[in-house]
């Protein structure tokens, strides 16, 4: 099932005109929610990339910031799960930009619905946090897909 859920994703980044990447973080960093010694999934950073007119989806890369009319990029950890099941099979456990994208976008309308929903605290400077995070990530997005393409985003679930 998942496979079809990618292919949608490809699809979806391709009449988007946006280019994926996720790239090893180096050095490995723990994420900020994370406990001290506790185990967490591989640190990627991904960048999406708006294509200008006229580039072609398939012959484009990073390498060449003319290609892009928007780049954005943010950290990402891969699950632990995923981290381990894969370093069981000795694949990599890179995410594909369904891994990535299919929950990343989390339109909010207050801090108070964000406690609500993920059943955080309203008095935590860490819900706060994580909060200003996902408030800059949603801005990010808007900067690279349009208000349809992000409803188009969240359908691909």
């Avoid at 005109?17 to 185990?39: I, S, T």
């Avoid at 099979?89 to 891994?99: C, F």
Wanted: with cysteine; charged share 35%.
């Amino acid at each position: 099932m998942k496979k079809n859920y990618d292919k949608q994703m490809e699809d979806f980044l391709r009449d988007c005109n946006v280019l994926f990447e996720a790239v090893k973080a180096v050095p490995q960093k723990p994420p900020h929610w994370a406990k001290e010694g506790e185990a967490y999934g591989t640190h990627y950073y991904i960048r999406l990339g708006k294509l200008k007119e006229g580039h072609k989806w398939e012959y484009c890369d990073f390498s060449n910031d003319a290609y892009f009319t928007k780049v954005i990029g943010f950290d990402f950890w891969n699950s632990i799960h995923a981290k381990r099941e894969m370093q069981e099979k000795g694949k990599s456990d890179k995410p594909s930009a369904y891994d990535v994208l299919a929950g990343v976008y989390n339109p909010i309308e207050s801090f108070e619905d964000f406690c609500l929903q993920f059943g955080m605290d309203e008095d935590s400077r860490k819900a706060e946090k994580i909060y200003s995070q996902v408030v800059e990530l949603n801005e990010k997005l808007e900067n690279i897909f349009t208000a349809e393409d992000l409803e188009r985003l969240q359908e691909i679930q």
